[in-house]
């Protein structure tokens, strides 16, 4: 479950500044289109889990994955009578995983509350307010005319709106009547939940910031089109911006904003500006070029390259791991006490199953059950393989990829696969991470209720001072 959190916020990044460079690629188209493109990512970004768990992913390889030759250790009588006690000293590892998805849930949920507030705010003057007309309200506690929605739109006016010119009262209605038929607080509020939702991603804000403003430029192009003098409606924007004294509630469109005015202003007396609305045709343009980007990268799966070498950094030498593993054949079962909650191959470095496993090493049950014990070496993020047998058409085949993390912690994808004349072919793997220096359990699947077998047990350990690997 963290694993796939993860990277639902990577694949977060990677559509948040895809769907900035969009935007920014249409500058010269008008506000309306870009606004619908803004809003367009966002519900591609809220729509991410459950892409990214009901579409088939795609290996695409991007990671160097090389296997040395002279990185393996062949196996010696030695190393098969290894003993199993160091293996079975495991220790608890320093997991990051699961508070850092705990801060997140934190960050969510005080950011919703925050929402909610707001809208429990506008509620308030809404309730106290004094109907003028339609679904237009007078409220003394607001500073400037905003939108909201409760049920349904409302439009506040502020008490000096009754000072205010014939025309500088058309213009307000207007712009803010074009937030109502654009349904500009919806997408507002597409907005808040993906940036309660993806608050670490800060291409999830950048994303939210535009839609705000695009959204207000889209509602300025409304009230020109129609016939307003751009000189009257800047200076009515930028007269009523002077009694902004605080920030608006999260949940409502205001008419004017602090630092945004300036920007508004500029627009709205440019002449060669494209000011027309979004039409059919660019909606279906737009989501279709939306998905094209949004399905690929939630269907990305990184993946080792083949026959590559890793890149190193000028001066800095790549990380050196070792790799002592013990081979076991079938039937090294685990008495589990209870079932975990996943049903595919345990990814675990300490549990409750363990425990067990340690009492089975140390009573010699696990040690007559090693098929070989090879120790393996290898760079951070290069794959190590071995055979045991005569042949890959008939023996036991391990390959690990490990990457050695900045909490000292090692990553690593393991794959037994142990072949035999007339039968199929004996597949395990999964996604381990332990501390540097203990030890991680594979465990094949088993059907509810039945124990699991031990795989193999994998100690790795880091070389400080990296060496060159010996020649053949």
Known sequence: MTEFVLAVLLRSVLLGMAGLALIAFMRGRSASVRHAVAAGTLVAILALPLLSALLPKRSIAVLPAIVPPSSVKTPTPSDV??????????EKPRDWHGPAVGLWGVGTTLLLVRYGFSLFVVEGWVRRGRKVRGLVLESPEVAVPMTAWLGRHVVLLPSEWRSWSAGRRRSVLRHELAHVRRGDWFTQAVGQIASALFWPNPFVWAVCRRLRDLAELAADDLVLTSGVAPSRYAQDLLEIAQGV????????????????????IEMVLKTKVQRGAVTLAGLIMGGLVLAGLSIPIATWAPSPRQGAAPVAKPGVEPTQINLSCALLAPGAVLAEKRRPASSGPAAVALSMQLKEAERLVKSGQVSRKIVSAPTLRTLSGMTAKVTIGTNEAEGSTI????TYNSDRSISMHVRVVTKSKGKPDDETSADLRVQAGNAALLLRPSAPGRAREIRAIIRPSVVESVKPLPER
């Open 81 to 90: 009578a290894v003993s199993m006690t160091e293996a079975a000293d495991v």
């Open 245 to 264: 004294q605080a920030t608006s509630p999260a949940l409502a469109l205001p008419f004017a904003r602090k630092g945004e005015v300036a920007r508004r």
């Open 399 to 402: 390959e690990i990829t490990p």
